[in-house]
């Protein structure tokens, strides 16, 4: 008997369907790394991210493995991909400090742009106007999750 050649690597999936009826709901259905993206924990204990905290991660973005960070301001937590507008370097020095003392925006360690850390709005500096792009992330479970495009917490 000839065995049929697996087109994608993952052998006969219509033989594989056969023998196991729930298989679809198993089986991966890779389009791109977005959809493929599953939530992702960036920290164990939500509450080590104190008051003006921040922690960098990594995160999907269309396709691209991002740097992203997470900031808590006024007890809220607010993400974003780690890339300026201005210029697209780091908003930190690798540090993951994004606030200044005065402690009323995102501050680009680079060249000062301030982005207002509810909306990644620049309302100051040489990107007025831009935004940062934002990420989604929620706390479940006492732990902050990275939530990709699509998924719900
Ligand atoms: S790179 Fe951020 S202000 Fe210039």
Redesign the pocket.
Known sequence: MRRRESVNGCGDERMLHRLVPHVRSILPRPRNLGQCARMTMILKDARLLSEGGGLRFSAIVNGVQRDAFVVRFRGELFAYVNT??????A?DFGDARFFDEAFDAIV??????RYRPETGECFA???LGARLTPLAVAVRDGAIWWVPPGRSP
Do not use: N
């Open positions: 300026c507008r201005h210029q697209s370097l908003l680009c360690c680079q060249h000062g742009a500096g040489p990107c």
